[in-house]
């Protein structure tokens, strides 16, 4: 990099007395009493010299300014040429197009360049996005759905013709997830249009950095990996909240709102306070207890997450802007770049499981270049305490995750192919060259690239008697186009990789909108019952074409909406630091508050069992009531216990029939039969192989029951089911039915169906997390096997126990299960 470093140009001339290209940058820097950074010089720099890449760097020290003035900069340089869209601004999220559009045009004032902003999401009414067809922005602010929306659009080639560059803004989040397999084909066909086109990526938290900047740039002649590492410091002041006690009996959920008190004094005691949560259920619990407990806080606090209705959630941002709220419970709704200058606390409820996602929370405070970001830390249950000192030290060295791309997802690139075919058609000989550019399908073969096109045209081997899978044509000259009118609208309707349970409509009776809402809670529920929703108790009123008619009530208790996927896994880089965290207990060495803190649970932990040191895995078996018991304690997260308990219960199974239940965490998880277990005898058969792993868990679960779950995403993105009309969706429970039987279809006729294998392969890869679950099988094989038996539950078997009994009890039999728990321990 250091030679890609130029010396700061000052106000200094050029030889010959010309203005240095940067200079008008750097005035209005001066103007706005600003001095630019090393790495935004750097950018402005290789931009200005047609170069693309990637640049790093911490939230709030100025990247957004680092990659909007340099096209301005090359725009102003080249006044003559054709008026057009001159770069593109790719955002995952809503709030980010707001504020980046008023950055723009607070630089476009400045440097008085005559650019006007658009921006094109899914809350652009249709007549902008028209008017922008027919008069395009210089910049123009787009999502990844919408961006292929536009791709949808016949001459798009002419409209997207005029770019200079194309920004991809948070692009670690995108990565991990098929939105950014979205925008790697977006990206090829742009390279296609405008070849000397810049690409550069946005990033401020990432481990996998030179992987990112590689799938971003793809393969294309040209688009060397040039990566601009910011050298800003910023510093991260994490402090927890402790109770009143020590917990020596943790239970996921409870302690929170036991610090309520605590949580309203620092919202109190600050102008303006984000307070985080991990899942939407959690946001709104949160804001309902906030306001009993603090009835003040009235008005002066908001509620924001992904349901809450656009105009509720512009509201509460542009509120937040002006420094107006006092408080605002979130979700990640408010994680990325959104720069909310008058917050001075956050506040993180629950472990955030993520080194990354902690960060990004962490820098909505102090948002801006040199200040300190400053977050408070509120358990859950106890146990988090040690996540937080692990999240610390994470911190201090650097440690974050990688993000792992989508490879080989035909779904997307099937509904892809669509897209172009439904705009402009398209010549597979030229698409097939640009996608092979692309990280996610460099590996494609030419059997695979016509196994596609066959599916589109004429449905495949199965579905080629159905006129509805025979979507796009061939035309005479081989050009590849949807000529259906009502298949293109339809398929228009389609475009977008997110999949969720079916969404209804909100409404009051006088037909106010209030957001969303997800078809599986909602059918729970029968009229006159009550339940949670942005912040307040209403009562439902009917359901009625797949809107939610709901009145205010006067109750003050209802149901929480609980919204699908809201548990985020742990993942290995803080798994791996809690294991060093726990080592340090167990050697006598904590030095972190929490630990110490935590002192008396982990006391009793040794009493009644064993603290594990990094070079130990510790198994624990007892008998209750219940049963049998078999716990086991790997630290490597929700999902990949999930197979690993599927695993040893099959392994166990095949030395003697027996039946497990199964349960798990964060931290280890649980194998309950009502037979004993003879597992020293299956230690002895070196029960953590990996030599079969593969063939043993899709022996050990259900596989072909989790990839016809799977599936159903699959089969919405690809096309094979129409999700319905604006207003008129298809339920969920048909559309399931729809998945299903196309699953069975291709299982019995078409098992080379590359969208029947691809469910199989994204459970493995991401559900159960398979590259983890072998690497952790691999660290238990390197450890000393501790096996104790303990007269009683231990702390840590006591959250993945009550995490068990959450899903069979109501919350009144779990509450009094826990009290009988509790007491039994007073003689420990």
């Given at each position: 990099?250091?030679?890609?470093?130029l010396?700061?140009?000052?106000?200094?001339?050029?030889?010959?007395?010309?203005?240095?290209?940067?200079e008008?940058?750097?005035r209005?820097?001066?103007e706005c009493?600003?001095?630019?950074?090393?790495f935004?010089?750097?950018?402005?720099?290789?931009w200005?010299?047609?170069?693309?890449?990637?640049?790093?760097?911490?939230?709030?020290s100025?990247?957004?300014?680092?990659?909007?003035?340099p096209?301005?900069?090359?725009?102003?340089?080249?006044p003559?040429e054709?008026?057009?869209?001159?770069?593109?601004?790719?955002?995952?999220?809503?709030?980010?197009?707001?504020?980046?559009?008023?950055?723009?045009?607070?630089?476009?004032?400045?440097?008085?360049?005559?650019?006007?902003?658009g921006?094109?999401?899914?809350?652009?009414?249709?007549?902008?996005?028209?008017?922008?067809?027919?008069?395009?922005?210089?910049?123009l602010?787009?999502?990844?759905?919408?961006?292929h929306?536009?791709?949808?659009?016949?001459?798009y080639?002419?409209?997207?013709?005029?770019?200079?560059g194309v920004?991809?803004?948070e692009?670690?989040?995108?990565l991990?997830?098929?939105?950014?397999?979205q925008v790697?084909?977006?990206?090829?066909?742009i390279?296609?249009?405008?070849?000397?086109?810049?690409?550069?990526?946005?990033s401020?938290?990432?481990?996998?950095?030179?992987?990112?900047?590689?799938?971003?740039l793809?393969?294309?002649?040209?688009?060397?990996?040039?990566?601009?590492r910011?050298?800003?410091e910023k510093?991260?002041?994490?402090?927890?909240?402790?109770?009143?006690?020590?917990e020596?009996?943790?239970?996921?959920?409870?302690?929170?709102?036991?610090?309520?008190?605590?949580?309203?004094?620092?919202?109190?005691?600050?102008?303006?306070?984000?307070?985080?949560?991990?899942?939407?259920?959690?946001?709104?619990?949160?804001?309902?207890?906030?306001?009993?407990?603090?009835?003040?806080?009235a008005?002066?606090m908001?509620?924001?997450?992904?349901s809450?209705?656009?105009s509720?959630?512009?509201?509460?941002?542009?509120?937040?802007?002006a420094?107006?709220l006092?408080a605002?419970?979130?979700?990640?709704?408010l994680?990325?770049?959104?720069?909310?200058?008058?917050?001075?606390?956050v506040?993180?409820?629950?472990?955030?499981?993520?080194?990354?996602?902690f960060?990004q929370?962490?820098?909505?405070s102090?948002h801006?270049p040199?200040?300190?970001?400053?977050?408070?830390?509120?358990p859950?249950?106890?146990?988090?305490?040690?996540?937080a000192?692990?999240?610390?030290?994470?911190i201090?060295?650097?440690?974050?995750?990688n993000?792992?791309?989508?490879?080989?997802?035909?779904?997307?690139?099937?509904?892809?192919?669509v897209?172009?075919?439904?705009?402009?058609?398209?010549?597979p000989?030229?698409?097939?060259?640009?996608i092979?550019q692309?990280?996610?399908?460099s590996?494609?073969?030419?059997?695979?690239?016509?196994?596609?096109l066959?599916?589109?045209?004429?449905?495949?081997?199965?579905?080629?008697a159905?006129?509805?899978?025979?979507?796009?044509?061939?035309q005479?000259d081989g050009?590849?186009?949807?000529e259906?009118?009502?298949?293109?609208?339809?398929?228009?309707?389609?475009?977008?990789?997110?999949?969720?349970?079916s969404?209804?409509?909100v409404?009051?009776?006088?037909?106010?909108h209030?957001?969303?809402?997800?078809?599986?809670?909602?059918?729970?529920?029968?009229?006159?019952?009550?339940?949670?929703?942005?912040g307040?108790?209403?009562?439902?009123?009917?359901?009625k074409?797949?809107?939610?008619?709901v009145?205010?009530?006067?109750?003050?208790?209802?149901m929480?909406?609980?919204?699908?996927?809201?548990r985020?896994?742990?993942?290995?880089?803080l798994?791996d630091?809690i294991r060093?965290k726990?080592?340090?207990?167990?050697?006598?060495?904590?030095t972190?508050?929490e630990?110490?803190f935590?002192?008396?649970?982990?006391?009793l932990?040794?009493?009644?069992s064993?603290?594990?040191?990094?070079?130990?895995?510790?198994i624990?078996?007892?008998t209750?009531?219940?049963?049998?018991?078999?716990?086991?304690?790997p630290?490597?997260?929700?999902?990949?216990?999930?197979?690993?308990?599927?695993?040893?219960a099959?392994?166990l199974?095949?030395?003697?029939?027996?039946?497990?239940?199964?349960?798990?965490?964060?931290?280890?998880?649980?194998?309950?039969?009502?037979?004993?277990?003879?597992?020293?005898?299956?230690l002895?058969?070196n029960?953590?192989?990996?030599?079969n792993?593969?063939?043993?868990?899709?022996?050990?679960?259900?596989?072909?029951?989790?990839?016809?779950?799977?599936?159903?995403?699959i089969?919405?993105?690809?096309?094979?089911?129409?999700?319905?009309?604006?207003?008129?969706?298809?339920?969920?429970?048909h559309?399931?039915?729809t998945a299903?039987l196309?699953?069975q279809?291709?299982q019995?006729?078409?098992e080379?169906?590359?969208l029947?294998?691809?469910?199989f392969?994204?459970v493995?890869d991401?559900?159960?997390?398979?590259h983890?679950l072998r690497k952790a099988l691999e660290?238990?094989?390197?450890?000393?096997?501790?096996?104790?038996?303990?007269?009683?539950?231990?702390?840590?078997a006591?959250?993945?126990?009550?995490d068990?009994?959450?899903?069979?009890l109501?919350?009144?039999q779990?509450?009094?299960?826990?009290?009988?728990m509790?007491?039994?321990?007073?003689?420990?």
């Amino acid at each position: 990099m250091a030679g890609n470093v130029l010396s700061y140009p000052g106000k200094n001339k050029e030889k010959g007395g010309s203005e240095s290209p940067l200079e008008p940058a750097i005035r209005w820097f001066e103007e706005c009493g600003w001095k630019p950074f090393d790495f935004q010089l750097r950018v402005w720099q290789a931009w200005l010299a047609g170069k693309s890449g990637l640049l790093n760097a911490p939230t709030g020290s100025g990247k957004t300014y680092a990659l909007l003035l340099p096209a301005m900069l090359y725009d102003r340089q080249k006044p003559d040429e054709v008026a057009g869209v001159k770069m593109l601004w790719i955002t995952p999220l809503r709030a980010l197009a707001r504020e980046i559009e008023a950055s723009a045009l607070r630089a476009i004032q400045g440097m008085g360049v005559n650019w006007q902003v658009g921006v094109r999401t899914g809350d652009t009414p249709a007549g902008v996005r028209q008017a922008q067809r027919t008069s395009p922005p210089g910049l123009l602010i787009i999502t990844p759905e919408s961006l292929h929306l536009l791709l949808s659009q016949k001459g798009y080639s002419t409209l997207l013709g005029t770019l200079q560059g194309v920004v991809v803004d948070e692009w670690h989040e995108l990565l991990g997830s098929k939105r950014g397999v979205q925008v790697e084909l977006a990206l090829s066909r742009i390279k296609s249009i405008v070849p000397q086109v810049r690409v550069w990526g946005i990033s401020a938290t990432i481990g996998n950095l030179k992987q990112a900047a590689g799938i971003l740039l793809g393969k294309a002649p040209g688009y060397r990996h040039l990566i601009v590492r910011a050298s800003v410091e910023k510093k991260i002041e994490i402090k927890s909240v402790f109770p009143d006690t020590a917990e020596t009996l943790p239970w996921a959920g409870h302690l929170g709102i036991k610090l309520l008190d605590k949580v309203v004094q620092l919202i109190k005691a600050s102008n303006s306070t984000l307070v985080f949560t991990n899942t939407r259920s959690f946001a709104e619990i949160w804001y309902q207890k906030l306001l009993e407990r603090a009835p003040d806080l009235a008005g002066a606090m908001a509620l924001h997450h992904g349901s809450v209705s656009a105009s509720v959630r512009e509201w509460v941002e542009n509120q937040l802007h002006a420094g107006k709220l006092k408080a605002v419970v979130c979700t990640s709704s408010l994680d990325l770049g959104v720069d909310f200058r008058p917050v001075e606390t956050v506040i993180q409820v629950g472990s955030p499981k993520g080194v990354a996602r902690f960060m990004q929370r962490a820098g909505r405070s102090g948002h801006q270049p040199g200040a300190t970001s400053r977050i408070y830390f509120v358990p859950t249950h106890s146990l988090e305490l040690v996540e937080a000192a692990a999240l610390r030290q994470a911190i201090d060295s650097g440690t974050i995750e990688n993000r792992h791309p989508y490879i080989r997802s035909f779904d997307v690139l099937i509904q892809y192919l669509v897209t172009l075919a439904v705009s402009d058609g398209f010549y597979p000989e030229q698409i097939f060259s640009e996608i092979k550019q692309t990280h996610s399908y460099s590996s494609i073969t030419l059997q695979e690239w016509n196994w596609v096109l066959n599916f589109i045209t004429a449905g495949g081997d199965a579905l080629q008697a159905y006129d509805e899978y025979r979507k796009v044509t061939i035309q005479p000259d081989g050009k590849y186009v949807v000529e259906s009118r009502q298949m293109a609208q339809r398929h228009r309707l389609s475009i977008g990789t997110i999949a969720s349970d079916s969404q209804l409509n909100v409404k009051y009776l006088s037909g106010k909108h209030l957001g969303t809402i997800e078809e599986y809670f909602i059918s729970r529920l029968e009229p006159g019952d009550t339940f949670w929703f942005t912040g307040r108790v209403l009562e439902l009123v009917r359901i009625k074409d797949m809107e939610v008619i709901v009145r205010k009530s006067s109750r003050k208790s209802g149901m929480v909406p609980s919204w699908m996927g809201g548990r985020m896994p742990l993942s290995s880089q803080l798994g791996d630091h809690i294991r060093k965290k726990l080592n340090e207990v167990a050697h006598g060495q904590a030095t972190d508050k929490e630990l110490q803190f935590l002192e008396p649970l982990f006391e009793l932990q040794r009493r009644l069992s064993h603290l594990p040191k990094a070079n130990e895995f510790l198994i624990e078996q007892f008998t209750t009531a219940e049963g049998h018991h078999i716990i086991m304690y790997p630290f490597e997260g929700r999902f990949v216990h999930e197979g690993l308990a599927a695993l040893i219960a099959w392994r166990l199974a095949r030395l003697k029939p027996l039946t497990f239940s199964l349960a798990m965490n964060d931290y280890g998880f649980e194998l309950l039969s009502d037979q004993p277990v003879p597992l020293e005898q299956a230690l002895e058969t070196n029960l953590f192989e990996t030599g079969n792993l593969l063939y043993d868990v899709q022996a050990s679960i259900n596989a072909g029951e989790m990839a016809r779950r799977k599936f159903r995403d699959i089969a919405a993105i690809a096309g094979l089911m129409f999700k319905g009309y604006p207003g008129k969706p298809v339920r969920s429970r048909h559309l399931q039915a729809t998945a299903g039987l196309f699953f069975q279809v291709f299982q019995e006729y078409e098992e080379h169906n590359l969208l029947y294998r691809q469910a199989f392969e994204e459970v493995m890869d991401f559900q159960l997390e398979e590259h983890r679950l072998r690497k952790a099988l691999e660290r238990i094989n390197r450890q000393k096997i501790v096996l104790k038996h303990p007269e009683k539950p231990t702390p840590f078997a006591f959250p993945v126990m009550v995490d068990r009994l959450r899903e069979m009890l109501t919350t009144e039999q779990l509450n009094d299960r826990i009290r009988r728990m509790t007491v039994d321990y007073a003689s420990a």
